[in-house]
C-alpha cells in the first residue's frame, strides 16, 4: 500500500471548515455588488461588469421582477482611477487614508449603481441621473445614521441614571446598536429585491479571494472559494461598533444633545479607525488569531447561496482592472 493511500490527502492550506478555500494574501483590490452584476476596483482602475436584459425580457414595455435574472450579454465598462491620496502626502496618514479612502469608495460605488441600474432600463428610456442616486444616498445616509447611531444613543439615554458608569452605559449602547444591525441585516437578506445583489456580494468575495490565491480567474476556480471575506462591509460596520466603545467611552454620559452631537461628529475618527483595523486583519488573514476574531464579523453577512450562474458576471473585470 502506497503512502498515498495509508495517509489521506490534506486539505490545501486556506481551507475552511467547510471545505471551501480563503486567500492567504490581501491585495489591494475592492469591489461591491451592483444590479446585475458587480464592480471591482484595482490601483489605477476600477470597472463594473453588469448583464443587462434581453430585448424579449423588455419586450411590450415589460419590467424586470425583482428576483427576475437578466439573460442578456455581460457589459464591461472601465474607468481611471485617480485617487486624491496620491496627491497629498497628509492625506496617507492613518486614519485620514480610511476617512478618504470611504469617501472614495462612496462615491464609486454610486457611479456603479447608476451604471448597473441605466444598465437595466428598455432601450430609449430616459436614464436615472447623477442628481436621483445623488439624492438616495443623503437619504440612505441620513436614515443610517439615524438607525444605527442616534436611535441606540437615544435608547441607552433612558437608562444611563441606571447604569454604574460611562463604560458600562457605552457598551449597553453597542449591543442595543449590534442588536439593530444584524435585526436590519436579516431583514434585508430576506427581501425579494436584494436577493440577487447579496448573490453578486458573494460572488465578488469568491472572486476577489480567487484573485488574492493568484489562480487564474475563472468561474470553476473561483467557486472553491468561501463567500465570506475578511474585508467585507460586513465585517467593517461590526468593527466600526466596537471601535465606537473605544472612542465614546471617555465622554462620559452628558446630556443627550452633547450625546447625539458626539455620535455624528465622531464618525469620521470611528469609521478611520476601523479601517485601519480591518486593513490590518487582512494582512494577517493567514494567521489562527486574527481569523479567530474576524469570523463574527465576516458570519454577520447575510447566508445567500451563491450558484454558479449568479456568479459568472465578475469575471471579466480582471482585463480591466489589471494588478
Known amino acids: 500500500m502506497s503512502a498515498a ?26 469591489g461591491q455588488a451592483v444590479l446585475e452584476g458587480v464592480m471591482m476596483r484595482g490601483v489605477s482602475t476600477w470597472a463594473v461588469a453588469v448583464r443587462a436584459p434581453t430585448s424579449e425580457q423588455l419586450a411590450n414595455g415589460h419590467r424586470m421582477a425583482a428576483d427576475e435574472a437578466a439573460l442578456g450579454e455581460i457589459r464591461v465598462q472601465s474607468f481611471p482611477l485617480v485617487s486624491v491620496l496620491k496627491r ?42 447623477r442628481g436621483t442616486w445623488a439624492g438616495t444616498v443623503v437619504l440612505a445616509l441620513a436614515l443610517a445614521i439615524g438607525l444605527f447611531f442616534l ?105 443627550w444633545y452633547w450625546l447625539f452631537a458626539s455620535r455624528i461628529v465622531g464618525i469620521p475618527l470611528v469609521a478611520g479607525l476601523a479601517f485601519e483595523v480591518i486593513k490590518w486583519f487582512g494582512r494577517n488573514r493567514s494567521k489562527q488569531w486574527a481569523r479567530a476574531l474576524m469570523t463574527p464579523g465576516m458570519k454577520g453577512s447575510p447566508d445567500v447561496p451563491v450558484g454558479p450562474v449568479k456568479a459568472q458576471s465578475p469575471w471579466e473585470w480582471r482585463a480591466e482592472v489589471g494588478e
Not at 486556506?14 to 486567500?23: D, K, M, R
Not at 454610486?110 to 432601450?123: K, R, Y
Not at 460572488?203 to 467557486?223: D, F, M, R, V, W
Request: proline share 8%.
Open 88 to 129: 497629498h502626502r497628509w492625506l496617507r496618514w492613518p486614519i485620514i487614508r480610511g476617512v478618504v479612502a470611504l469617501a472614495e469608495s462612496l462615491k464609486t460605488g454610486l457611479d456603479a449603481l447608476n451604471i448597473s441600474a441605466n444598465a437595466q432600463l428598455p432601450e430609449g428610456e430616459e436614464e436615472l441621473s
Open 151 to 255: 436611535l441606540p444613543v437615544g435608547i441607552a439615554s433612558l437608562f444611563k441614571d441606571a447604569l454604574p458608569n460611562p463604560v458600562v452605559f457605552v457598551i449597553v449602547e453597542k449591543l442595543i446598536r449590534i442588536t439593530i444591525f444584524l435585526t436590519y441585516l436579516w431583514a434585508i437578506s430576506r427581501l425579494k429585491d436584494l436577493k440577487r445583489v447579496f448573490q453578486y456580494h458573494g460572488a465578488e468575495h469568491k472572486t476577489i479571494s480567487c484573485y488574492e490565491a493568484g489562480l487564474p480567474l475563472t468561474p470553476e476556480n473561483a467557486q472553491r472559494f468561501s463567500r465570506l471575506h475578511p474585508r467585507c462591509g460586513t465585517s467593517f460596520l461590526l468593527i466600526v461598533m466596537i471601535v465606537a466603545v473605544v472612542v465614546f467611552a471617555p465622554l462620559g454620559t452628558p446630556a
Open 5 to 30: 493511500q495509508q495517509e489521506p490527502a490534506r486539505p490545501p492550506a486556506g481551507t475552511t471548515h467547510q471545505g471551501t478555500l480563503i486567500a492567504a494574501r490581501d491585495a489591494p483590490v475592492g
